[in-house]
C-alpha cells in the first residue's frame, strides 16, 4: 500500500510519516498541492492524506483536481487538518470527493483505524476506489471560495497577531539588551565573548581598554592578535580545553610585562545555545594586582609578629631555666617530646603550633617560686611542694592577658591536670581536659622522670615509660602514651 502525504508543515510530515511507516504502509511526501500533483502522475498511489491550507495548491484544488483526472480519481482521497477547522470545511471536502475528513487532535490508534477501515472498503468493493466525480457547479465554487477566504482571513489575523506579539517580545529583549549591555559596560571586571573557534564576538569597554582598542573593534580577531605567542597559545589551549570538558575553569594567574608583575583572576565558562550545545567561551577577570600585594605584605607582618612573639616566648623560657639551673632545658626538651608526640598522633599543623608554645613556656609560673625550693637538694617538705604546685596557676595569671591565637593559658594551667581528677590546680576529670595539656602532661612527666634533679639521679627512659604504661588509662591519656612508647621504641626517638 502506496501512500502520498501532502503538508506544507515539516514537523508535521516526519509525524504523520513515522506512524503510517510504523504500521507497514510506503510513504512518499509533498509539501503542497502542486508538488503533490506531479508525483501523482509519476508513480502509482493508493491513497492520498491532506492538510488544507497550504503555499502555491491548497488540499480543496488538489482534492479538485485528482477527481476531475480519470487516471487518479480512484484514489482514497483524505483530509487531514486542523487549520481554522468548522463543518463547512468537510461539507466541501466531501462535495469535493473526499473519502473521508479527519479533525486534528485524533489518538494514534484511532487514525489508523480509520485509515485502515478505508482500506478494507476499498478491498471489499472495488468500485469504490472510483467515487464519481464531483458536479462543479456554482454553489461547490462559491463554498470553495468562502472556505478558501475564511481560512486566509484567519490566518492573516494570525500572521497579524504573531506579529504584534513577536514585536513586542523583539521591544522586550532590546530593553532587556541594553539593561544586560549597561550592566556589562558598567562592571569592574573585563568581559569578552569568543565563538567555539576562539575568535571574538564582543567585548565591555574595561577589556577593550586593556588591548587599546574600542569595544567593537574585537569582532573577528584572535588572541594572537593582541597578545604574544606563547600566550595566546596558551589562551587557545585553555578555551579549547573548557570547549571539549564543558566546565568551568576558575584560575588566579602570575604575569610578568615589561619587568613588571601582576596578577589576574580568571573565570572561563562555555556559553551554551537552546540546544544545550556549546557555542563560545565567556570570560570575565579583573586585575587582583593590588589585592596580591596587600595580602602579601600581611603575611610579611603576620610573619615578623610570629617571630617576635617566639623570641618573647623563648626569652620568657631561659628566665625560667635561669633561675633554676637544674632543670636547665627541661622546657626545650619537653617541647621537643610533646611536638614529636601531636605530630605522630596526626593533629594539624595549627593545634601543634600552639602545643609548641605552651609547651615552651608551661612553667613560666615556677618565676614566682623561691629560686631555693627550686634547686633544693633534697626532697621537698609539703609547704615547699604546694608552693611549687602554685606555678600552674601563676603561669596561667602571667600568660592569660596575652591574645595568642591558640589557648596557651589554658593548656599551661591545666598540664599538672590528671584523668581521674588527682592532678592540680583544679582537680579535673578527663573530658574538662584539653587535649593538648593531656599530651603536654605525658612529655613533662617522661622528661622529668628521665633528667637529673636536685633531689635526685636521672631515672632513664626505662623507667619514665614504665610510670606512664602502669598509669595509662588513669592518670594519663591511653592514646597519647601509645603514641609516646611508638616514638621512643619504634622510630628511636631521643630527647637530647
Not at 67 to 76: A, M, P, S, T, Y
Not at 370 to 390: D, G, H, M, Q, R
Request: net charge negative; hydrophobic share 40%; charged share 35%.
Amino acid at each position: 500500500m502506496k501512500i502520498l502525504i501532502v503538508d506544507d508543515s515539516k514537523e508535521n510530515l516526519y509525524l504523520l510519516e513515522a506512524l503510517l511507516k510504523g504500521n507497514g504502509y510506503q510513504i512518499i511526501s509533498a509539501t503542497n498541492g502542486a508538488e503533490a500533483l506531479e508525483k501523482l502522475r509519476a508513480d502509482d498511489f493508493d491513497m492520498i492524506i491532506s492538510d488544507i491550507l497550504m503555499p502555491v495548491m491548497d488540499g480543496f484544488k488538489l482534492c479538485q483536481e485528482c477527481k476531475r483526472d480519470e487516471h487518479l480519481k480512484g484514489i482514497f482521497f483524505v483530509f487531514y487538518t486542523a487549520t481554522y477547522v468548522d463543518e463547512k470545511d468537510e461539507e466541501l471536502a466531501l462535495s469535493l470527493g473526499a473519502d473521508k475528513f479527519i479533525r486534528k487532535p485524533i489518538e494514534p490508534d484511532e487514525f489508523m483505524s480509520i485509515i485502515k477501515g478505508l482500506i478494507r472498503d476499498a478491498e471489499a468493493d472495488k468500485s469504490a476506489r472510483r467515487k464519481p466525480v464531483a458536479k462543479v457547479e456554482k454553489d461547490v465554487l462559491k463554498l470553495y471560495s468562502e472556505r478558501l477566504v475564511n481560512k486566509l482571513e484567519k490566518k492573516v489575523l494570525d500572521l497579524e497577531t504573531e506579529i504584534a506579539r513577536r514585536k513586542q517580545v523583539e521591544e522586550m529583549l532590546q530593553k532587556s539588551e541594553r539593561k544586560y549591555r549597561t550592566l556589562v559596560e558598567n562592571l569592574p571586571h573585563k568581559i569578552f565573548l569568543k565563538d567555539k573557534n576562539s575568535v571574538y564576538i564582543s567585548c565591555n569597554e574595561n577589556y577593550a581598554l586593556d588591548l587599546k582598542i574600542k569595544p567593537d573593534e574585537i569582532a573577528g580577531k584572535t588572541d594572537y592578535d593582541f597578545y604574544p605567542r606563547e600566550l595566546a597559545e596558551k589562551y587557545r589551549a585553555d578555551d579549547r580545553e573548557i570547549l571539549e570538558s564543558g566546565k568551568v575553569e576558575d584560575v588566579e594567574e602570575k604575569y610578568s610585562v615589561n619587568g613588571q608583575e601582576f596578577y589576574v583572576y580568571t573565570i572561563k565558562t562555555p556559553v551554551r545555545d537552546e540546544s544545550g550545545e556549546i557555542t563560545g567561551i565567556m570570560g570575565i577577570f579583573w586585575d587582583i594586582t593590588e589585592k596580591k600585594r596587600t595580602e602579601e605584605a600581611l603575611k610579611q607582618s603576620t610573619e615578623k609578629l610570629l617571630a617576635a612573639m617566639n623570641a618573647i616566648i623563648e626569652a620568657m623560657a631561659l628566665t625560667v631555666e635561669m633561675r633554676d639551673p637544674y632543670t636547665a632545658g627541661h622546657q626545650r626538651r619537653v617541647t621537643k617530646l610533646a611536638v614529636a608526640i601531636a605530630t605522630e598522633m596526626g593533629l594539624p599543623e595549627e593545634k601543634v603550633e600552639g602545643l609548641r608554645v605552651a609547651a615552651t613556656v608551661h612553667d613560666i609560673g615556677k618565676i614566682n617560686v623561691p629560686a631555693e625550693i627550686l634547686s633544693k637538694p633534697a626532697k621537698l617538705n609539703e609547704v615547699e611542694f604546694n608552693l611549687v604546685k602554685l606555678h600552674s596557676q601563676a603561669g596561667y595569671d602571667i600568660l592569660k592577658g596575652v591574645e595568642f591565637p591558640w589557648p596557651i593559658a589554658p593548656i599551661v594551667l591545666q598540664h599538672h591536670e590528671r584523668l581521674d581528677g588527682s592532678g592540680y590546680p583544679q582537680g579535673l576529670k578527663s573530658e574538662d581536659i584539653l587535649f593538648e595539656a593531656k599530651i603536654l602532661a605525658v612529655a613533662d612527666v617522661v622528661e622529668a622522670m628521665a633528667s637529673h634533679r636536685p633531689y635526685r639521679p636521672a631515672l632513664g627512659i626505662g623507667q619514665a615509660l614504665d610510670e606512664i604504661s602502669h598509669k595509662s588509662g588513669i592518670l594519663y591519656d591511653s592514646e597519647v602514651v601509645d603514641a609516646c612508647f611508638r616514638l621512643f621504641y619504634d622510630k628511636e626517638f631521643k630527647l637530647d
